[in-house]
């Protein structure tokens, strides 16, 4: 699996292990920001470090420390010329019969096949080397590279730039979205100079060996290939709707804070909080789109923000609004906009105090994004760092509230097509209102209750990814019981009829609350009073990474993940 990223303190500048390509936060020079095919040196880069052994090669041939091998070779004549080459052979052949795949080549290659780009290889080594060498490996065969180049071909073999154009050219790949990777200076001197981005593979060292690396520049430097399996997922086109959380930490991860920094952001984080000029005060802020619905934008974009100040246990006062209309709106369509946000606003107790509107041609829809500012005391703000091992995890409502309400709204025709009931889709559609996507009363009800530790809003991606998110943000496991999480029957209907699944599905007006055993009985008995469903579904465990899924018979199940929210691969496919 890929490498796990862990969390930083805050305040950290520290990138997290598995992206530390990141710690250069210079600015681009210039070149593209994608890759759409990689092309890679072969020996100490593919196949194991331990590989050719030099020292013995550069003795057995009487080559200078201070000149490469085939160079010094092709420097010689005749029957001297001849002589090191069949050397030269012979090691790579030995070499190539104990070859063994670099660590981190499986997840790399699963990588680049799921996402359909082309890859090659370009070695200074010869062919039939490279053929035995690929014997060894496991899942990959030479016919799986696009292209393969070695130093029989009549191009100039690397740093020459010729045969990484040649290369680009052969996987119909343009060369400045070539990524080229390897582990000597060579290999960084001809993706540069043919104007391809380059990887430097430092096969774990702490850092490039100046002889290996020279003087060169690449655009990356990779610790070993499982780095590079994320800085390929770094360079590839994102799917629709939020980051992957380990993308997003890593991010994030070189952002600075001041001393007035209460909670900064970080994945799982809900909310950012500030000193305040009052004593003992925080603020409280969030800021939220709204990019999935233009109907009702007002009550989603008041609702998915305030619901992220409640998880922090703060008052929401205040609301500004950022609302991007596309050419050819009127001021009718933006006066109703406006009407509609501070209608809501009065709704939950909020002023508008501010924002921006503007026609542009960078929106094709209506986009809403709102910022919300609450306040609190600084020792009553729910910071994620309190929740500790055997504390329970509840969970309030059901699964993929919002997500149904949006998807009978877009998909009625298909739905009511499928089997749907007119009843279902109705009841659907009033999931908004009930049982309702705003957590702002069960969060203070559960807060009034005393010794909470954490809690947070489930959002875009659904249950299953708020779940690992807040996780991460905790830094505990949990252990989740599948068959709890709540899940409604219109939900369940929905999702059946176009494929998706509810734990996936965007579920504003769900909350995750974490608490001690001994006031979880009074958190469930507060919620429940006031009407509001809840339910025990796991409990935190040890300090540590990763969540562990029980079904209905107790045995451990892979967990959900999902890259993007189901709604969105709903709207996708359609």
């Known amino acids: 699996m890929i490498v796990p990223l862990m969390e930083r303190d805050r305040n950290s500048n520290q990138t997290p292990p598995g992206f530390s390509f990141l710690k250069d936060r210079r600015p681009w020079r210039n070149k593209v920001r994608r890759v759409s095919g990689v092309l890679f040196d072969f020996d100490g880069t593919l196949t194991s470090p331990a590989g050719l052994d030099f020292a013995a090669i ?93 130093r029989e071909e009549a191009f100039a073999p690397k740093p020459d730039p010729e045969g990484i154009r040649v290369a680009a050219k052969k996987m119909q790949v343009p060369v400045e979205e070539l990524l080229m990777v390897g582990d000597f200076r060579f290999d960084i001197e001809a993706g540069t100079a043919a104007g391809s981005l380059t990887a430097f593979l430092a096969n774990r060292e702490s850092g490039p060996l100046p002889e290996l690396l020279g003087d060169c520049e690449p655009d990356f430097t990779v610790l070993d290939l499982y780095e590079l399996t994320n800085l390929v997922r770094y360079l590839l086109p994102l799917p629709n709707g939020k980051l992957p959380n380990d993308i997003l930490g890593a991010l994030l991860a070189g952002v ?48 998915v923000n305030t619901n992220d100040l409640a998880t922090s246990g703060c008052r929401p006062r205040w609301f500004l609004a950022t609302v991007l209309f596309p050419p050819g709106s009127t001021a009718a369509e933006v006066h109703d906009c406006v009407v509609d946000i501070d209608f809501w606003c009065s709704k939950f107790g909020l002023t508008l105090c501010g924002g921006h509107t503007e026609i542009t041609p960078a929106v094709r829809q209506r986009t809403l994004v709102g910022f919300a500012v609450g306040t609190a005391r600084r020792g009553q703000l729910l910071m994620k760092q309190r929740i500790e091992e055997g504390d329970i995890l509840l969970m309030t409502k059901a699964a993929g509230i919002e997500g149904t309400a949006i998807l009978a709204r877009e998909f009625e025709a298909r739905l009511l097509a499928s089997g749907v009931t007119a009843e279902q889709l109705e009841r659907s559609r009033a999931f908004e209102e009930t049982p309702g996507i705003s957590i702002v009363r069960e969060a203070a009800l559960a807060a009034e209750t005393g010794d909470l530790s954490g809690m947070h809003d489930v959002t875009e991606g659904g249950v299953a990814t708020a779940l690992e998110e807040l996780a991460t943000a905790c830094k505990h496991r949990f252990r989740v019981h599948l068959q709890r999480i709540p899940v409604l029957a219109e939900t369940a209907a929905v999702c059946s009829r176009l494929g998706l699944n509810p734990l996936g599905l965007i579920g504003s ?36 990474e990763g969540i562990s899924a029980l079904d209905i018979n107790g045995n451990t199940v892979p967990w959900p993940r999902f890259e993007r929210d189901e709604i969105a691969r709903a709207m996708a496919d359609a």
């Open 58 to 150: 550069r003795a057995a041939i009487g080559c200078p420390d201070d000149q490469t091998i085939l160079e010094f070779i092709n420097s010689k004549a005749g029957a001297e010329r001849e002589k090191a080459n069949r050397i030269l052979e012979e090691f790579e052949r030995e070499a190539a019969r104990d070859a063994k795949p670099n660590e981190g080549c499986d997840e790399l290659f699963a990588l680049l096949r799921s996402r359909g780009l082309p890859f090659g290889i370009i070695t200074r080594n010869l062919r039939s080397s490279v053929l035995r060498s690929l014997d060894n490996f496991r899942g990959i065969q030479a016919g799986d590279f696009r292209v393969i180049l070695t």
């Open 256 to 303: 600075r804070n001041d001393d007035s920094v209460l909670v900064g952001p970080k994945t799982g984080e809900d909310f950012a909080a500030l000193k305040w000029t009052e004593e003992d005060s925080a603020l409280v802020l969030k800021s939220d789109p709204i990019t999935f619905t233009t109907d009702r934008m007002g009550l989603y974009s008041v609702i």
């Open 509 to 544: 007006g769900a909350l995750l609350i974490c608490c001690r055993p001994a006031s979880a009985a009074a958190v469930v008995n507060a919620i429940g009073s006031a009407g509001i469903q809840v339910t025990e579904i796991g409990q935190v465990l040890e300090p540590g």
